[in-house]
């Protein structure tokens, strides 16, 4: 009974309850360590943010309890992409963070827009009615810093330009961003 007590509490401390997925404490953690490892090694990892488009006006029409439910949906869709070395863990609301370790921009890329797509082909449903979702990604990697902190800094520039050039799509952090008119 402790053993199972102490198995319960650990897994408590490092998933977030509603989704399942690791919680921000143990991704930055982690990220730490592969970033670090990403270094001695000389291969990259990428760092991406996704964030659900328009989550707080589903919540305001719909209710929190359809936002928990979109948010428990959209955790599913991304276990299920997920490879077993990634890393999914809910940043805080509708923010999500994905640690891709040993991949490359280009391999990246291409596993996100699948996410990207599957999450647009699959809505949730909430009391007989369905919603879609739709999801804006931002990517950055290793080779862009060494430092966690600044590569998360980066992901997170490029999700707000993905937010800010018309949602549901990706884009991969550069030092010259590209300007919405």
Known sequence: ANLRLHETLSSQSIRDPLTGLFNRRYMEESLEREVRRAARYRHSVGIIMLDLDHFKQLNDQLGHQAGDHALQHFAALCQQQARHSDLFARFGGEEFVLLMPETSA???SHSLERLRQLVEAHPFQ??????????SIGLAQRQMSDNADQLLRQADL???????QGRNQLQLWSAEPTVAY
Request: hydrophobic share 30%.
């Open 106 to 108: 280009t391999q990246a």
């Open 126 to 135: 909430y009391r007989q009615q369905r919603y879609n979702l739709r999801v």
């Open 158 to 164: 490029a999700l707000y330009q993905a937010k800010s």
